[in-house]
């Protein structure tokens, strides 16, 4: 082979393969996750609550989702949600995320985002429920006490059934594509 025909094919290969990593990238979905109500807002004024959805599922077997937040109380629950706000519909539990002392959060998780449903039952028949929403809750019944007071709602979004409110959600973002 003539040293031109080797570097032909040395970038025709190249370019291949660099299609091809293009090509596999996964698709990244953001979300900017608000306050639940204009009173926790108020509360919480400098609160901000990133995820970042990498759509790994057909590459990997799970989408990675990862939570930034700054400005945050400690200790909460997030869920996959058939609607973003109450009453929410089907729900799926899939971490907690705490803050430090500079409330300041990170987490990620492993699992299914772009894909997940429940299966449930509707007028007695089985129906597929897309959980294309997110919503977190104050993992602790008196972490919303600083901003709703001593006798605010417990809720059973925590995994021992107790919960203060939904602190924050996915409203008034896009949310995590259909299947």
Request: aromatic share 8%.
């Amino acid at each position: 082979m003539s040293r031109n025909r080797f570097f032909v094919a040395v970038a025709v290969a190249m370019g291949v393969a660099t299609g091809t990593a293009l090509a596999a990238r996964p698709e990244v979905v953001e979300l900017n996750l608000t306050p639940s109500s204009a009173q926790l807002a108020a509360c919480m004024p400098n609160a901000r609550v990133d995820v970042t959805v990498r759509l790994t599922t057909d590459v990997r077997g799970f989408d990675v989702f990862h939570v930034h937040a700054t400005g945050l109380p400690p200790k909460f629950t997030a869920f996959l949600l058939e609607q973003a706000r109450a009453p929410f519909g089907a729900a799926e539990y899939i971490g907690d995320f705490t803050s430090d002392d500079n409330g300041r959060a990170d987490n990620t998780f492993r699992l299914i985002g772009a894909e997940a449903f429940a299966s449930t039952l509707v007028n007695g028949q089985r129906v597929r429920v897309d959980l294309n929403q997110v919503g977190a809750w104050f993992a602790d019944p008196t972490g919303d006490d600083f901003c709703l007071g001593p006798d605010s709602p417990v809720t059973p979004f925590d995994g021992d059934n107790e919960a203060g409110v939904q602190a924050f959600n996915s409203a008034n973002t896009t949310p995590l594509p259909p299947p």
